[in-house]
């Protein structure tokens, strides 16, 4: 049974920095596309990153070049390093696994794809 763990999620002033991780089980990073995923309060779950088995990797337009997805095969963990964290960044964060998949999907256009989620991690952002 897959099952994916997130941690690191806390508050923090606008400016700063949180490192997120998703730690697996019955799963190997690496073995299909993974992404984070990100859901605020009355809004719809929205992709933020994806990694598929190359290492090749995509952003939302919002979080470029502020946030950088990560992993560690031999920890087998997931991360997600956020900097200039901003108010609008608050919400859940989720990693996920699209397990059928090696490539990815372009982000939010095949959240199906991602079978396989964690619980959540809050992170909020105070201006």
């Known amino acids: 049974q897959v099952q994916l763990v997130e941690s690191g999620g806390g508050s923090v002033q606008a400016g700063g920095s949180l490192r997120l991780s998703c730690s697996a089980s019955?799963?190997?990073?690496?073995?299909?596309?993974v992404g984070w995923f990100r859901q605020a309060t009355g809004k719809e779950r929205e992709g933020v990153t994806t990694?598929?088995?190359?290492?090749?990797?995509a952003y939302a337009d919002a979080v470029k070049g502020r946030f950088t997805i990560s992993k560690d095969i031999a920890k087998n963990t997931l991360y997600l390093q956020m900097n200039s964290l901003k108010p609008e960044d608050t919400g859940m964060y989720y990693c996920?696994?699209?397990?059928?998949?090696?490539?990815?999907?372009?982000?939010?256009?095949?959240?199906?794809?991602?079978?396989?989620w964690g619980q959540g991690t809050q992170v909020t952002v105070s201006s």
């Open positions: 996920a696994a699209a397990v059928l998949w090696s490539g990815c999907p372009r982000i939010n256009s095949r959240r199906d794809a991602f079978a396989v």
């Open positions: 019955g799963y190997t990073f690496g073995a299909s596309c």
């Open positions: 990694m598929n088995i190359a290492g090749t990797t």
